[in-house]
């Protein structure tokens, strides 16, 4: 009777074993897949994180040259000190394998560092005045970029605002 019974399974155990492997087979291939495209998004960020630490990097150096600048004009002039596209600031160490990050002035902003008028004047309990000389904030329009090692770029647009005596 026994060989009566397995006459009539016919390979079914067989059939059901392929259908999960096969079903065990997809999920593991997605699986893969998912991770596959997990590192890619993840290697996006890292590369688009750096641009934007070195944009960062260069508007803290726009800022001290700010600080390090003379008097406003009317028309005042681009720091010529400024590292542009052509010669960027390189952030890292020259023997990093990965590359290094750097900055330079924003070249669609036709003045990347420049004057941007005064702040607003200050009317009640703020009067700035130090050895008679009294002092107004004003307005620095900073744009840089940053790049990544692979070129991804950052673009950075800050209003800064610095100390100058009323009148210059």
Known sequence: MATKNRRHER??????????????????MAALQTVSRDRQVAGHQKR???????????VARARELVRQMGERTEAPTYPTDYP????????????????QPSFFADPIITEPIGYAGEGSP???????????????????????????????TARIEVMATRLLAVGY
Do not use: K
């Not at 390979?11 to 593991?28: F, H, K």
């Open 122 to 152: 200050c009317t009640e309990g703020c009067d700035i005045t130090l050895g008679g000389v009294q002092y107004n904030h004003t307005r620095w329009r900073i744009n840089v970029v940053g790049r990544s090692p692979e070129g991804d």
């Open 84 to 99: 542009n596209q052509a010669t960027p600031v390189m952030l890292a160490d020259a023997g990093d394998p990965t590359g």
């Open 48 to 58: 688009s994180q750096a641009a934007f630490y070195a944009a960062e990097a260069g």
């Open 11 to 28: 390979g079914t155990a067989l059939v059901v074993s392929m259908l999960l492997l096969v079903l065990l087979t997809s999920i593991g």
